[in-house]
């Protein structure tokens, strides 16, 4: 997606209008312009011409954003800083004071004269020609002062797409145009000769050139509020971009070099001291420190760095002396990942914000007609001309699509805020809003549930023997093994200090295990029927092992010297938090499905240990996508995972979530990715979804029903009159309060649980899982083909012979016969029944040899 900082847009239906007409450009497939940042992003192969071209053709200016070649990531992070840059409100600031000055005279002449009696100079006293001149001087100064309004709008009007800006030209232009047409007609009474006193009741009644003034000048004040409450959104996106270290301190040659970051390459040594911000991605090559990781993952517990571990930009080092190398700089930075993540999520559209567009397209036109058709229709009634178009006026100023273009993307981008804070990103608006409308949700289990790495959970030494001893074996045989679970017992016994002897005669046995020779003892260890091969195995030994295999863990046996030493039992641990995470997920009433490529007895196991009730094991990489869509037969399904082959399954689910320490295709292929890889922020990730919905529908709740209210108010249904001054302050105010209601996202505690309730569901079926697990049966029992050996076949009525009597049982679909190979490959319908085979082959007077 290519990003665009685009200028000149003031409400929704400039919004619409740029999207109109970029969407119009050959070569692009989609494009999203968001009212918020003032950005665009576009999909497709247009030139950037192109697309700069079509912007300006409809009014607005538009500049690539964004690195482009040979740009550093200061170069970047400084254009992104830039298109977030608040530069409205001073500008804002500065016509409203200056506004302010001349209202204020006007407004003493208008209201402090005429209503409290205020005095004015004698040769201003009742004369009312005098008077109306000087207000309408005011009024014009005033109008002159926010003179954008007038350019914007009447342009916006020209290219027939009135915004925002239209509303408040027309209204002001309307005001000063019907005043100065009674003007003239006061000049006219006087030329006739009518005294003051006959001018009186124009003068009172007739003359809006306060109002003139006033609507631009309150509008103004809305504007400048809406745009302080703007630039609070996008703060997250603002301190990230503060956080990105300016420089590095680079050894080279063995002499410490202070350089600009843009100057770091990968591959480069680099030193962090207690207290520095690590400048950019690496490894930890020598040294040791407590490194502060929260401004990524939002927690602030230190995270312990060696030799080998990786460390991240813009990450605090606390304590320790650090030297790295650098392996991703610029913009390939986990920092800069995450800014760009959270700038192109600000760029696209939650599918609710289509709701808004739709009305935004065709609303000021609307009003247009109806303010037309309120003051025609006031005259047709009998009001006077003044009353009628004041009406028609309020009408106009009134009316907010203003509202309706904030009510989205204020609450996505509060959203995605708040979420960076935490180490939640979100990468679309779309993922935001979808994930908390997830029904069913699919963990798959190494790396996700468990820890991804085999760790020791049992020792049981035989009779006679130590844990000591039992480890101490087993950590000298398993040091020459590169098998996952030989590190389970390097690591156990890193974590004792036990250093393990050396090791001589040392040989893989594929399939059965290890045997070598140390401190002069033969040691062998593997699985137990290999144990059981070369000494006696104990039976309670044999049965706790049964007990640990239950339990989803694998038993290592041992022997020494023709002598048991023990058992050893080994296991992808669960997280930590992984049962929590679940437990909390289960109370947001979210049915909770854990997809592993393990057999049932060990995916029973940890289901167990997780808190998991529902699982479907025995699971391949395509089989995972498989199952979610599947599972997506009965609801929305967001998967959870962290390995290459869940891709596929993240890319199938209605909501991708990928932990932050799986690969990079996961990451690539979910819609959120979770820094902190806890199960606990799933939870939090769709809980921060449901509130920023709840927040959306309050925004759009506020904005429809405001214009719902106040556009029939001002057109005088109910009665009371509307000065259109009150009109333009209503319409300030409305977009001022959806940015606020927007603003209290940040006061959400995402990561408490506590007022977690349930969605309501679809009618998802208990048996859910049951059901894809005899499918799966079936499916896997089809395609299942056996070999029956048979003797005595001597020629093709023997073949036909045996074919009709194997598929005359009910579990054989099909049965191949060659009496020449004396097989027949049998295709599976059901569970095989070997008796069965054989009682129907020696009916038919042949000899049953066996099924391979």
């Given at each position: 997606m290519e990003q665009y900082i685009v200028t000149g847009m003031s409400c929704a239906a400039c919004q619409a209008r740029v999207e109109k007409a970029v969407g119009q450009v050959p070569g692009v497939c989609s494009v999203s312009v968001s009212l918020l940042t003032n950005s665009m992003g576009v999909e497709g192969s247009a030139s950037q011409e192109e697309i700069i071209r079509a912007v300006e053709a409809a009014g607005y200016g538009a500049s690539p954003k964004g690195a482009t070649a040979g740009e550093t990531k200061a170069d970047y992070l400084a254009a992104q800083e830039k298109a977030l840059q608040d530069r409205e409100t001073p500008k804002l600031k500065r016509r409203l004071l200056l506004s302010v000055g001349f209202l204020a005279v006007l407004m003493y002449i208008t209201m402090g004269h005429h209503m409290a009696g205020w005095p004015l100079p004698a040769f201003l006293t009742h004369n009312h020609l005098a008077l109306t001149l000087t207000q309408m001087l005011l009024a014009l100064t005033v109008m002159i002062i926010n003179g954008k309004f007038f350019t914007s709008g009447f342009r916006s009007l020209v290219h027939g797409a009135p915004n925002m800006d239209t509303l408040v030209a027309l209204g002001s232009s309307v005001s000063f145009g019907w005043s100065l047409f009674v003007f003239y007609r006061m000049c006219g009474m006087i030329t006739a000769g009518a005294s003051n006193s006959e001018l009186m009741d124009l003068y009172h009644q007739q003359l809006y050139f306060e109002s003139a003034a006033m609507i631009p000048a309150l509008i103004?004040?809305?504007?400048?509020?809406?745009?302080?409450?703007?630039?609070?959104?996008?703060?997250?996106?603002?301190?990230?971009?503060?956080?990105?270290?300016?420089?590095?301190?680079?050894?080279?040659?063995?002499?410490?070099?202070?350089?600009?970051?843009?100057?770091?390459?990968?591959?480069?040594?680099?030193?962090?001291?207690?207290?520095?911000?690590?400048?950019?991605d690496g490894i930890v090559v020598s040294g040791a420190g407590a490194v502060n990781e929260s401004t990524l993952t939002g927690e602030s517990i230190l995270v312990d760095k060696a030799e080998g571990d990786k460390v991240s930009a813009a990450t605090i080092n606390q304590s320790g002396f650090l030297t790295c190398r650098a392996t991703r700089v610029g913009e390939d930075t986990t920092l800069s990942q995450?800014?760009?993540?959270?700038?192109?999520?600000?760029?696209?559209?939650?599918?609710?914000?289509?709701?808004?567009?739709?009305?935004?397209?065709?609303?000021?036109?609307?009003?247009?007609?109806?303010?037309?058709?309120?003051?025609?229709?006031?005259?047709?009634?009998?009001?006077?001309?003044?009353?009628?178009?004041?009406?028609?006026?309020?009408?106009?100023?009134?009316?907010?699509?203003?509202?309706?273009?904030?009510?989205?993307?204020?609450?996505?981008?509060?959203?995605?805020?708040?979420?960076?804070?935490?180490?939640?990103?979100?990468?679309?608006?779309?993922?935001?809003?979808?994930?908390?409308?997830?029904?069913?949700?699919?963990?798959?289990?190494?790396?996700?549930?468990?820890?991804?790495?085999?760790?020791?959970?049992?020792?049981?030494?035989?009779?006679?023997?130590?844990?000591?001893?039992?480890?101490?074996?087993?950590?000298?045989?398993?040091?020459?093994?590169?098998?996952?679970?030989?590190?389970?017992?390097?690591?156990?016994?890193?974590?004792?200090?036990?250093?393990?002897?050396?090791?001589?005669?040392?040989?893989?046995l594929p399939g059965n295990g290890l045997e070598g020779t140390a401190g002069g003892k033969r040691l062998h260890g593997g699985s137990g029927s290999y144990i059981g091969s070369l000494v006696k195995v104990p039976e309670e030994m044999n049965r706790q092992a049964e007990k640990l295999a239950e339990q989803g863990k694998t038993p290592l046996f041992f022997e020494e010297d023709g002598q048991m030493l023990g058992v050893i039992a080994v296991a992808d641990r669960i997280r930590e938090d992984?049962?929590?995470?679940?437990?909390?997920?289960?109370?947001?009433?979210?049915?909770?499905?854990?997809?592993?490529?393990?057999?049932?007895?060990?995916?029973?196991?940890?289901?167990?240990?997780?808190?998991?009730?529902?699982?479907?094991?025995?699971?391949?990489p395509e089989g995972k996508e498989e199952v979610i869509r599947k599972l997506q037969e009965y609801g929305r399904v967001a998967m959870v995972g962290d390995g290459i082959n869940d891709a596929p399954a993240l890319t199938r689910a209605d909501t991708g979530i990928a932990i932050g320490a799986g690969t990079d295709v996961a990451i690539d292929s979910a819609d959120i990715v979770l820094m902190n890889s806890a199960l606990t922020d799933v939870a939090a990730a769709i809980r921060l979804s449901r509130a920023t919905?709840?927040?959306?529908?309050?925004?759009?709740?506020?904005?429809?029903?405001?214009?719902?209210?106040?556009?029939?108010?001002?057109?005088?249904?109910?009665?009371?009159?509307?000065?259109?001054?009150?009109?333009?302050?209503?319409?300030?105010?409305?977009?001022?309060?959806?940015?606020?209601?927007?603003l209290r996202l940040n006061l959400f505690r995402l990561k408490d649980p506590g007022k977690d309730k349930p969605l309501k569901a679809a009618n998802i079926p208990l048996t859910i899982t049951e059901t894809i697990k005899e499918e799966q049966k079936k499916e896997r029992i089809g395609t299942m083909t056996k070999t029956v050996k048979i003797k005595g076949m001597m020629c093709g009525h023997c073949e036909a012979s045996v074919k009709k009597a194997l598929e005359a049982l009910p579990f054989i679909a099909e049965a191949v016969v060659s009496h020449d190979a004396g097989t027949a490959v049998i295709t599976l319908s059901g569970e095989l029944d070997e008796a069965a085979v054989k009682a129907a082959v020696e009916a038919k007077d042949f000899t049953f040899e066996g099924i391979k």
């Open positions: 103004t004040v809305g504007k400048m509020l809406e745009a302080r409450s703007k630039g609070k959104t996008t703060n997250a996106l603002k301190s990230l971009m503060k956080l990105a270290p300016q420089t590095a301190v680079l050894l080279r040659e063995g002499t410490e070099t202070e350089v600009p970051i843009a100057e770091v390459k990968t591959g480069d040594l680099f030193v962090v001291r207690p207290g520095d911000s690590i400048p950019v995450i800014i760009r993540m959270v700038s192109d999520a600000a760029a696209t559209k939650a599918p609710i914000v289509r709701i808004a567009d739709k009305v935004s397209g065709v609303f000021v036109p609307a009003v247009i007609g109806i303010a037309l058709i309120v003051t025609t229709g006031w005259m047709i009634a009998g009001a006077s001309a003044g009353d009628a178009v004041a009406r028609g006026i309020s009408v106009l100023v009134i009316s907010c699509p203003c509202a309706l273009g904030l009510a989205t993307p204020v609450a996505i981008m509060v959203g995605n805020g708040l979420g960076a804070k935490n180490g939640i990103l979100f990468k679309t608006g779309e993922a935001l809003e979808t994930a908390g409308k997830a029904q069913i949700i699919a963990l798959d289990k190494t790396g996700t549930i468990t820890s991804g790495e085999p760790g020791v959970t049992d020792l049981i030494p035989a009779e006679g023997r130590t844990e000591a001893e039992l480890l101490a074996g087993a950590v000298a045989l398993e040091q020459g093994s590169e098998h996952p679970l030989a590190k389970a017992i390097l690591r156990a016994a890193e974590e004792q200090q036990l250093k393990p002897e050396s090791i001589s005669d040392f040989r893989a992984s049962r929590e995470g679940i437990r909390q997920l289960k109370n947001q009433g979210l049915r909770v499905v854990m997809l592993t490529g393990d057999n049932e007895r060990t995916a029973q196991a940890i289901a167990a240990q997780a808190g998991v009730d529902e699982w479907v094991a025995g699971v391949l919905l709840r927040n959306i529908h309050e925004n759009l709740f506020w904005a429809f029903f405001y214009n719902l209210i106040c556009i029939p108010l001002a057109a005088g249904l109910f009665g009371w009159k509307m000065s259109p001054m009150i009109g333009a302050a209503a319409m300030s105010l409305s977009s001022f309060t959806v940015c606020m209601n927007a």
